[in-house]
Nanobody, 125 residues
Framework: QVLLTESGGGSVQPGGSLTLSCTPSLSAYQPTWMAWFRQGTGKGREGVAVIGEDGKTMYADSVKGRFAVFQDNAKKSMFLQMTDLKPEDTAMYYC???????????????????WGQGTAVTVSS
């Protein structure tokens, strides 16, 4: 069974930066889409960014221009570079993946069937 492991969370001040990473436990696992979701306290889980095996990306409006999703050259790990962080970015961030060949990028939870345990991000002064 493949597991997704996130890392890189932490506490930063507003305006700061963090880079999250997500790595599948099996190197042979080749997802078609990988995505980042987040869930703040008392809120629902929302899609943040997605990247396809062809490099296609899509972002939630709330993070456009501040966050960037990318993969390493081997496409084994996914990263989320977060800059100009705001208190409203505080949340647990989850990595998700699917091997379904969707024709479009999706930030819908139901389109992903593999999830990590999450890494916490806190933005506070």
């Amino acid at each position: 069974q493949v597991l997704l492991t996130e890392s890189g969370g932490g506490s930063v001040q507003p305006g700061g930066s963090l880079t999250l990473s997500c790595t599948p436990s099996l190197s042979a696992y080749q997802p078609t889409w990988m995505a980042w979701f987040r869930q703040g306290t008392g809120k629902g889980r929302e899609g943040v960014a997605v990247i396809g095996e062809d490099g296609k990306t899509m972002y939630a409006d709330s993070v456009k221009g501040r966050f960037a999703v990318f993969q390493d050259n081997a496409k084994k790990s996914m990263f989320l570079q977060m800059t100009d962080l705001k208190p409203e970015d505080t949340a647990m961030y989850y990595c998700a993946a699917t091997r379904t060949s969707w024709a479009y990028a999706s930030l819908e939870m139901d389109d992903y069937n593999l999830w990590g345990q999450g890494t916490a991000v806190t933005v506070s002064s």
